[in-house]
């Protein structure tokens, strides 16, 4: 079982910047590729960023592309997500994933096997 923390999520105004953390203590944490997924109220549960093992590999939702960024810091076994130009329509619960599989551009929540417990972020307009 892996447990992740994930912390940063609050309230900004639209234009604004969040960075939210997701530690996993206690693991060999680069064995685990890492995403973010958010969840709107009423919508499903979709795809914003994911990071290779290694940190090398970055993909991210066209929705959110040039504006956030994923990285990694495996030394501190936490995963980032930098949230710049935040808009509105990026309010959400955003949870952090983990798996050990070695697929790259892993984009369906169906494929990570451990997830946090999410953390609000509210955007104002």
């Known amino acids: 079982q892996v447990q992740l923390v994930e912390s940063g999520g609050g309230l900004v105004q639209a234009g604004g910047s969040l960075r939210l953390s997701c530690a996993a203590p206690?693991?060999?944490?680069?064995?685990?590729?890492m995403g973010w997924f958010r969840q709107a109220p009423g919508k499903e549960r979709e795809f914003v960023a994911t990071i290779s093992k290694s940190g090398v590999g970055r993909y991210y939702a066209d929705s959110v592309k040039g504006r956030f960024t994923i990285s990694r810091d495996n030394a501190k076994n936490t995963v980032y997500l930098q949230m710049d130009s935040l808009k509105p329509e990026d309010t959400a619960v955003y949870y952090c994933?983990?798996?050990?599989?070695?697929?790259?551009?892993?984009?369906?929540?169906?494929?990570?096997?451990?997830w946090g417990q999410g953390t609000q972020v509210t955007v104002s307009s």
């Open positions: 206690g693991r060999p944490f680069s064995s685990y590729k």
């Open positions: 994933a983990a798996d050990p599989s070695d697929k790259i551009r892993a984009t369906r929540w169906q494929e990570y096997n451990y």
